[in-house]
């Protein structure tokens, strides 16, 4: 059998680029790229002559291209997946066909380098400890708001990739679930020449990026949930927001202020409350 090759390709510089990339690229019978012009771009910046029967690899057609790529390697070629930048697999194809290659036995191997998740991590200045990465939030605004209220109580600094054009709304609506104040870092163009690194709470950011025009590969990273130092008993969630609603707060507006001031998720105060009067 050939052996699956997952090379990781630079994010910003060409230099950034291992010898053993470079060797990978010319050795390899077959390359799948997700983008064929960037490939050889890339090849070229690295002085590299592909030998390599190059076909596209990307997300409308990772389905359909697996199974052919799975062949490939079952014939005993050796395929090298790479995508424009980072680690293929990482909100980039590549899955399916690891899927495929380790269901029927071939051998998977990583050509390990750069990673805009790990690179945003350790500039942000936010803890390294302990971290998760959530890729792309939901484009649709109601389904990004309820997958961020879900997330209010995460403990760990979180990892999210976003497009510039909706880098604004999605800030605001990060400062709505997880807290005006919730300290983040904007990651702009890593390793690029016009790279850019902005700190401050979410609220702070939004309003930066609603000024200007942003462009270029955006990486977010958000601290985690401070510890509960509030309530946490259901009596005392239930008992807190019948006195929102007792003054005049609606009450889905009054589960979510208590949710964020206790660093709670919505969904375990408003099951408190219906809970509560189910009984």
């Given amino acids: 059998m050939g052996t699956l090759l997952l090379a990781a390709a630079p994010i910003g510089r060409p230099e950034d680029a291992s010898v053993r990339l470079r060797d990978a690229l010319a050795d390899a019978p077959v390359i799948a790229a997700e983008d064929t012009r960037r490939l050889r771009r890339l090849a070229a910046d690295l002085g590299v002559e592909l030998a390599a029967r190059v076909v596209s690899y990307y997300d409308q057609n990772e389905k359909a291209r697996a199974a052919e790529l799975l062949e490939e390697l079952l014939a005993g070629r050796d395929v090298l997946v790479i995508t424009d930048a980072g680690m293929p697999g990482v909100s980039d194809p590549g899955y399916r066909l690891v899927r495929a290659a380790v269901e029927r036995d071939v051998p998977v191997t990583v050509l390990p380098g750069p990673s805009a998740v790990t690179?945003?991590?350790?500039?942000?200045?936010?803890?390294?400890?302990?971290?998760?990465?959530?890729?792309?939030?939901?484009?649709?605004?109601?389904?990004?708001?309820?997958?961020?209220?879900?997330?209010?109580?995460?403990?760990?600094?979180?990892?999210?990739?976003?497009?510039?054009?909706?880098?604004?709304?999605?800030?605001?609506?990060?400062?709505?679930?997880?807290?005006?104040?919730?300290?983040?870092?904007?990651?702009?163009?890593?390793?690029?020449?016009?790279?850019?690194?902005?700190?401050?709470?979410?609220?702070?950011?939004?309003?930066?990026?609603?000024?200007?025009?942003?462009?270029?590969?955006?990486?977010?990273?958000?601290?985690?949930?401070?510890?509960?130092?509030?309530?946490?008993?259901?009596?005392?969630?239930?008992?807190?927001?019948?006195?929102?609603?007792?003054?005049?707060?609606?009450?889905?507006?009054?589960?979510?202020?208590?949710?964020?001031?206790?660093?709670?998720?919505?969904?375990?105060?408003?099951?408190?409350?219906?809970?509560?009067?189910?009984?």
């Fill in 119 to 279: 690179t945003a991590l350790v500039v942000s200045g936010l803890p390294t400890d302990r971290f998760c990465f959530e890729g792309f939030p939901p484009r649709k605004k109601g389904e990004q708001a309820r997958r961020l209220e879900a997330l209010a109580a995460e403990p760990r600094t979180m990892v999210f990739f976003e497009s510039p054009r909706r880098l604004a709304a999605t800030l605001v609506t990060m400062a709505e679930a997880f807290g005006a104040d919730r300290p983040a870092a904007v990651c702009r163009e890593l390793t690029k020449t016009y790279e850019e690194v902005r700190r401050g709470g979410l609220a702070e950011l939004a309003g930066w990026a609603a000024e200007r025009e942003v462009r270029g590969e955006i990486t977010l990273v958000v601290g985690g949930a401070p510890k509960p130092a509030g309530l946490t008993e259901p009596a005392d969630l239930v008992a807190a927001v019948a006195a929102r609603e007792a003054a005049g707060t609606p009450r889905n507006q009054a589960i979510r202020e208590v949710a964020k001031e206790n660093g709670l998720p919505r969904g375990s105060v408003y099951n408190a409350v219906v809970a509560a009067r189910k009984e």
